[in-house]
C-alpha cells in the first residue's frame, strides 16, 4: 500500500504541472486570437473608412462637374442667345437650388452619400495685387482699425508688393530695416541695423491671399476675421454648409469677415458690382465718400436694387445692365461714378470663379476647393487641317469632323472652363 501511495504522487504532480502549462498555452492563444480579432477590427474599419472617404471624394467631383456644367452652359446661353453678357446672382452657377444643396439644404443624395457644391465669383472681391492704400485702409477701418493703425498696416501690404525698397509712411527708410526694427520691438527683442536684417519684403505680386499673414501688423484676427487664441478658427466644411443654409435667407446681421474674405489674386482687377457683397460693397464706397454711415446706405440701396438675398427665389433678381444704372441705384452723382473707377475698376462680367464641393458618406466628409477661368474660345476648322495631315488628330475623329463641317466653314465655338488651382481636405 505505501509503495502504490508513493508511485501515485508524482503522477498526481506530473498531472497539474500539465494542467497548468495547458491553462498557460489556453491563455496565451486567447491573447493573441484577442490581439489578432482587435487587428483585424481595426483593419476592416479602416477599409470601411477608406472606402466612405473615396466615394465623398467621388462625390465632392461629381459636385465639381456639376458646377462647370453650369458655367459653361450660362456662358453658351448668353452667347448663342445674343443675350447681354453680364454675370450675377441670377445665373444658373449662382443659383442655390435643390439640385446643388438638397432639399432643406441636406444635401443633393447620389449613391450612399450626398454632396453640395457652392461657387463664388472671384470678381466680386478686391485684387489684392492691385490694391490701393483708400482700398486697404477701408478694409482695415471695417475690420475695425483706428486711423493710424490702418495706415500702418495698409503701408505695410503695399510695401510687401511694391517694386521699391523704401518703406511708406509711417515708415521710414529702407523696407526690411524698418519693419526688422519694429518686429524686435513687438517681441521684446534687440535687433542692430548692422545685422541682417530679420524681415524681407517680397517686393513681387502676391502669389496667395495667404502671403498676407507674413506681413507686419497683419494678425490672424485681420486675416480670419476670428481671434486663434478666444475661439476655433472656422471650420472650412463647417463654413462651406453654412452658407448654403443662409443662402436663401435674409442675413441682416453678417458674421465677422477677416481679409481673406475680400480679396483675391484671381481676378483681373475690375470688380463685378452683380456679384460684389455686402462687405465688398460697403468697402467699395466707404473708400471714396468717407463716411461708414454713407457707404452702408449706397451699399444697401444697391442689395436693395438686386435683392441679393432672393437666392431662394432667383426669378425675383435683377443685374445691372450697366455701370451707370449701379451708379444710380446707389444715389451717386457722375463725379463719385469716375472716383470709384479709379479707386477700383467695375464691371458686370465675371471670367474666375471658385468652386466649393462637399461630399459626404457615412460622416466621412472630403471638400475640394478649385479655382477656375472661364472664357470663350473660338477655332477656324481650316487651321486643322494641317493637325490632319501630321496625322495628330485620328482619321476616324478627322472623318466626323469633316462629316459636320465639310459644307460649312463658320468659327467653332466652345467655351472653355479651365482648372488653375486645386485643393483637397
Known sequence: MNQTISVGKPNRGRQAAILVLTLWIVVVLGLISASMLEEVYLELKLAKYQRDDFEAMVLARAGVARAIADLRNDLMIDYAGKHEMIDSTNDVWARMDEDKVGQDNKGVPLGRGTYWVWVEDEW??????????????????ELGLEERDAQTVASAILDWFDPDDRALPPGTGFEDEYYSEVIAKKSHSRWDKDQPPIYHCKNDRFSSVDELLSICGVTPELFYGVDPEKEALPDPIERLKSRAERAGTPNPRE??????????????????VNTADRTVL???????????????????KVLAMRKSTARASSKDEKAFRDITQFAQAAGLPPHVLDQLNRVAPLTIRSDTYRIYALGEVNGTRHLICAVVARSLETCNPDSLNSLFDQGIINRRLMEAFLRRHRDKRELIEQATVRVTQWQEL
Do not use: C, H, W
Open 282 to 300: 460697403r468697402i467699395l464706397f466707404r473708400a471714396v465718400l468717407n463716411d461708414p454711415q454713407a457707404a452702408l446706405a449706397s451699399a444697401e
Open 124 to 141: 466680386g472681391k478686391f485684387n489684392l495685387n492691385m490694391a490701393n492704400l483708400p482700398v486697404l485702409k477701408a478694409a482695415l477701418y
Open 255 to 272: 458674421k465677422q469677415f477677416g481679409l481673406r474674405d475680400i480679396f483675391t489674386v484671381y481676378s483681373a482687377g475690375p470688380i463685378n
